[in-house]
């Protein structure tokens, strides 16, 4: 099976701050991974897919990059409605693999 | 409004069995890749099981093979999961989430991703 290996695991930010959250994949997987996120009590919500495009919807201060194993998701600036907890999950297998989650807390 | 709703959730036994549901409205689930995915209380998301659209294709997570059954009834276009011998690293909230390909409008990539997900159904395994 993939690994999928997110870090941090958890951070630290204010309003307004610039917030970068990795994932690592075991082996490459070309553009197939997506991230959702999750707030407590809530259903988990697709933010990026394939890397790097944006669900429609979702603000565009969110943006995803990478290919092959190394990926990033990036909140330009981040607002109140933020903070929440983030998973990245590839969708090159038939046995899917999230990573085990970035929390974003407020500082 | 696109929505899935799950239930079947509750306290059981260990060892015991239980069985979820999924319905859609706003679409029909019986023309999409379905998977079920579960968080277990402070711990991250899990992918349990998936089944494809034309029924053909079914893959589970090791820690379930075996001890839960994904199924569909296209005339009540509903989703299950029959889970049984569950112990208490099964308690957690499931959630049923439609798989659905979308595309890059800029390089025409097309990628599988959970794009509606239900609200979820807890499930606790206590005695």
């Known amino acids: 099976d993939i690994q999928m290996t997110q870090s941090p695991s958890s951070l630290s930010a204010s309003v307004g701050d610039r917030v970068t959250i990795t994932c690592r994949a075991s082996q490459p997987i070309s553009s197939y991974l997506n991230w959702y996120q999750k707030k407590p009590g809530k259903a988990p919500k697709l933010l990026i897919y394939g890397a790097s495009s944006l669900q429609s919807g979702v603000p565009s201060r969110f943006s995803g990059r990478g290919s092959g194993t190394d990926f990033t998701l990036t909140i330009s600036s981040l607002q109140p409605e933020d903070f929440a907890s983030y998973y990245c999950q590839e969708s090159y297998s038939n046995t899917i693999t999230f990573g085990g989650g970035t929390k974003v807390e407020i500082k | 409004e696109v929505q899935l709703v799950e239930s079947g959730g509750g306290l059981v036994q260990p060892g015991g069995s239980l069985r979820l549901s999924c319905v859609a409205s706003g679409f029909t689930l019986s023309g999409y890749t379905m998977n079920w995915v579960r968080q277990a209380p402070g711990k991250g998301l899990e992918w349990v099981s998936y089944?494809?659209?034309?029924?053909?294709?079914?893959y589970y997570a090791a820690s379930v093979r075996g001890r839960f059954t994904i199924s569909r009834d296209k005339a009540k276009d509903s989703l299950f999961l029959q889970m049984s011998s569950l112990t208490d690293e099964d308690t957690a909230v499931y959630y049923c989430a439609r798989e659905n390909s979308l595309k890059d409008l800029r390089d025409g990539f097309v990628t599988d991703a959970f794009d509606i997900w239900g609200q979820g159904t807890m499930v606790t395994v206590s005695s």
């Open positions: 089944l494809s659209r034309g029924g053909d294709s079914i």
